[in-house]
């Protein structure tokens, strides 16, 4: 299988981005309350098995294909499966509608970090603090602000992923990751010294599987994939750009590592305000925007840390959706020779349509709900918790039967590991297996508690 196209500038740039990919508003604003809707510890405990023992097969498995195909996510299950007909290539069709939807959904959210950014921007120049709950709930109210701010996140990422891989995402990644890496150390210190911190350690750390219902299987793993952006061909594009030096287990690991560790700095940061009982906060979509501003109200230059926090925060979110435009983008130009300009700009007015629904989810479509959950509510639900599982099932099947053993073997098998033929057995046994019952049985259970 040739390869046809340029790779990263550096390794570092790659692993920062595909880094900056997985790192988002998926481990700072949905972990804490997916972990909150379904009560703490034991399914903390599931994620961690499951990013390890689920989404890093995965996630291998996506890169590779990338990589060995040089190819975007259609593309690459085209030259896999080698037939323009196959079924295998419903799969790659399902995980680009996966991207698309999401990024949509995503956007919307972004919108809501741009808001909070600009309030911190402009509280110092006003000289007066808010009342985030005030502040959200008016958010919450405004449509047109909602579907304005969504706007604008989709063109800035629209523009930034027209310049080109390298140029777009490489330098800003390398700048403001650290940044926020201390950053979160430092409000996690700040919320650890709150009087709430015995009780959420305890409540993120001490599992009791009582707690767990057959829904938090599939949420898990929804999750699981969400945040490791697998199953929506990202990382198949970006495993594309890959140069051939570069070993694909190695990257995953990284990224489901620092992805953990990542997620449970949120989880420290926002627990002990819930359970300080300075906040009522909803265990829910707001969860984040409720707790984290009011430690900033709580000290001294609060104003210029919210500023900081929401701009790290933001950046994270652009990063992220880069590797969600990139998705459909590439596939545009490998497949039908689209130039990258044209192909961002086409997706970039598909999102915009999409995230209409839910950026009116909660003001002039407040009343459309299906039981009981609102559009944004059901787009998270449907896309993360079904297609999401699905796609990475498909993506587990293709590359644990189609393609070619010898090649996975060689580009997986590192001789100079001691372990790494185990690992390789254990890797593909997961694929092949593992992997596509675990996600066919929760998706069944879930199934089952939706009509009990
Ligand atoms: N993993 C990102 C997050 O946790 O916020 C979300 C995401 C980004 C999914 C990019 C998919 C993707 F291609």
Not at 174 to 189: A, E, G, H, R, S
Not at 281 to 307: I, R, W
Not at 312 to 339: H, I, K, M, P
Request: aromatic share 14%.
């Amino acid at each position: 299988m040739n390869r046809v196209r340029s790779g990263w500038a550096t390794r570092s740039g790659f692993y920062m981005a595909a880094i900056g990919s997985a790192f988002g508003l998926g481990n700072l604003w949905r972990f804490p309350f997916v972990v909150g809707s379904n009560e703490g510890g034991a399914f903390v405990l599931l994620f961690v098995l499951c990013v390890l023992g689920v989404g890093l097969p995965v996630l291998v498995g996506e890169l590779m294909l990338g990589k060995l195909t040089g190819q975007s996510a259609v593309n690459a299950i085209q030259k896999t499966s080698k037939d323009r007909k196959s079924h295998w290539l419903w799969v790659g069709r399902l995980s680009l509608l996966a991207s698309v939807l999401i990024f949509a959904y995503y956007s919307v959210i972004s919108g809501w970090v741009l808001y909070f950014l600009m309030q911190f921007l402009v509280a110092p120049i006003k000289g007066e603090s808010f009342d985030t709950a005030v502040l959200f709930k008016r958010l919450m109210e405004n449509g047109h602000l909602q579907l304005g701010l969504t706007s604008v996140h989709i063109v800035l990422v629209m523009t930034i992923v027209a310049k080109g891989v390298r140029e777009g995402i490489e330098k800003w990644v390398k700048v403001t990751m650290p940044i926020f890496f201390v950053l979160l150390l430092f409000l996690m210190t700040k919320s650890l010294s709150l009087p709430g911190s015995e009780r959420a350690i305890r409540f993120l750390f001490y599992p009791d599987f009582e707690k767990l219902t057959l829904t938090s299987f599939v949420q898990v793993l929804g999750h699981t994939f969400f945040t490791l952006s697998v199953g929506m061909g990202a990382m198949v594009a970006f495993g594309s750009y890959l140069q051939k030096e570069t070993p694909t287990p190695r990257a995953g690991f990284m990224v489901s590592g620092l992805d953990i560790l990542i997620s449970l700095l949120a989880g420290l940061v926002i627990f002990p305000i819930v359970f300080s009982g300075t906040v009522e906060a909803e265990v829910g979509p707001s969860l984040l925007f409720e707790t984290v501003p009011l430690l900033f109200s709580q000290m001294g230059l609060g104003n210029y840390f919210g500023f900081t926090f929401f701009l790290c925060l933001y950046t994270t979110a652009l990063v992220a959706s880069f590797g969600l435009l990139e998705a459909s983008v590439s596939n545009l130009v490998d497949r039908y020779n689209f130039q990258r300009g044209r192909a961002s700009q086409i997706m970039g007015v598909v999102v915009f349509i999409f995230a209409i629904l839910p950026s009116l989810s909660s003001s002039v479509l407040q009343n459309v709900t299906f039981q009981g959950l609102s559009l944004l509510k059901m787009f998270d639900a449907l896309l993360i918790n079904w297609i999401l599982p699905i796609s990475a099932a498909g993506i587990c099947l293709l590359v644990g039967y189609k393609l070619p053993e010898k090649t996975v073997r060689d580009e997986f098998v590192d001789e100079r590991l001691v372990d790494s033929h185990q690992l390789y057995g254990l890797w593909r046994f997961t694929l092949r297996w593992l992997a596509p019952f675990l996600i066919f049985g929760a998706l069944v259970a879930e199934l089952f508690d939706i009509k009990s």
